[in-house]
């Protein structure tokens, strides 16, 4: 019989009553009327399926599972805030760090982008609005052979994991939509040899070919819209029908990219877990084995 973990996180800091003015409005962007036409009632306290707060028992399995594929697969998982509104960072994918990316609040490793990118929240904030972004998500060490036909390609595995997270809008591998610019001759990662292992002159797929992990790095991004709740007055209807207006208050990010660094991370590292432990009865310690070979040591 298998062991278990439980995980518990105590919320102690939550505050309903700051959203009882809402409890009969649809805020503008939010899941209140989809939730209710769907289930008949919502959680309007703050605290809801629809809040990033939920996600907090999957950042502490993404912990796990991160340790998990560092250890036994040399896996590493990094993700970094790319853009924020119209600010774009400039980072050398090869040599980026944790290190750098937690060097600062915003968690953008290139610093100068980082200063534009606080003071551009600053801004939002002080006006009341909210802006969004782009994350970078880099995987190096993924061992080649992940992912399953059809349903579990592992793009959509991941895509559907990252989507699942509250106000993600968008996800792309490799190039992404960029590649549409391109014709076939231009896009196609072609093969050599390289220390006797098989990989890509390029990285134009980013790591995954046929939904299938092919041993290079995994690159994919995440946007994520502008927060929903902001302090500008905005047209609404309440649940009686009748219109409103309605302005946010209370504790409500002007950005959530920051913070969706780790939630977004967390995902990544469950799915590959996932992936890794479902091929490795496949494969066995020798294909491991074969995949740490072809890493740099």
């Known amino acids: 019989m298998g062991s278990s973990i439980a995980i518990l ?21 939010h899941a209140d009327y989809t939730y209710e036409v ?7 306290q703050g605290g809801g399926r629809a809040s990033a707060r939920e996600t907090v028992g999957r950042v502490a399995a993404g912990a796990i599972a991160r340790k998990i594929l560092q250890n036994y697969f040399r896996t590493e998982t990094l993700t970094w805030v790319s853009q924020i509104h119209q600010i774009v960072a400039v980072v050398d994918e090869k040599t980026v760090t944790q290190a750098q990316i937690e060097g600062n609040s915003v968690r953008c490793p290139d610093p100068v982008a980082a200063r534009n990118m ?10 009341g609005d909210s802006v969004g ?17 059809v349903f579990d390609k592992l793009t959509a595995d991941l895509a ?19 590649s549409v610019s391109l014709t076939g001759s231009q896009h196609n990662d072609l093969f050599e040899m390289r ?44 649940r009686s029908g009748q219109s409103v207006t309605f302005r946010g208050r209370g504790r409500h990010d002007p950005c959530v990219l920051p913070r969706a660094v780790p939630m977004v991370e967390a995902m990544v590292n469950l799915v590959l877990i996932d992936h890794a432990l479902r091929a490795l009865p496949k494969r066995g310690l020798e294909s491991l084995a074969a995949h740490l070979l072809r890493l740099p040591s």
């Open 160 to 178: 559907k994991a990252v989507m699942s997270l509250p106000a993600t809008r968008g996800v792309e591998f490799g190039l992404g939509f960029e």
């Open 195 to 238: 220390e006797g292992h098989v990989h890509t002159k390029t990285n134009r797929s980013g790591g995954i070919q046929g939904g299938i992990s092919n041993g290079e790095d995994i690159r994919m991004r995440v946007a994520f819209k502008p927060t929903a709740t902001i302090a500008h007055a905005q047209e609404t209807v309440n």
């Open 9 to 29: 996180v105590t919320n102690e800091d939550a505050r309903p009553g700051a959203y009882e003015e809402m409890k009969d409005l649809y805020r503008p962007s």
């Open 38 to 44: 769907k289930y008949g009632l919502r959680n309007w």
């Open 118 to 127: 606080m003071e551009r929240i600053e801004a939002a904030r002080k006006d």
């Open 133 to 149: 972004g782009i994350l970078t998500v880099l995987v190096r060490g993924c061992p080649p052979g992940l992912g399953e036909p």
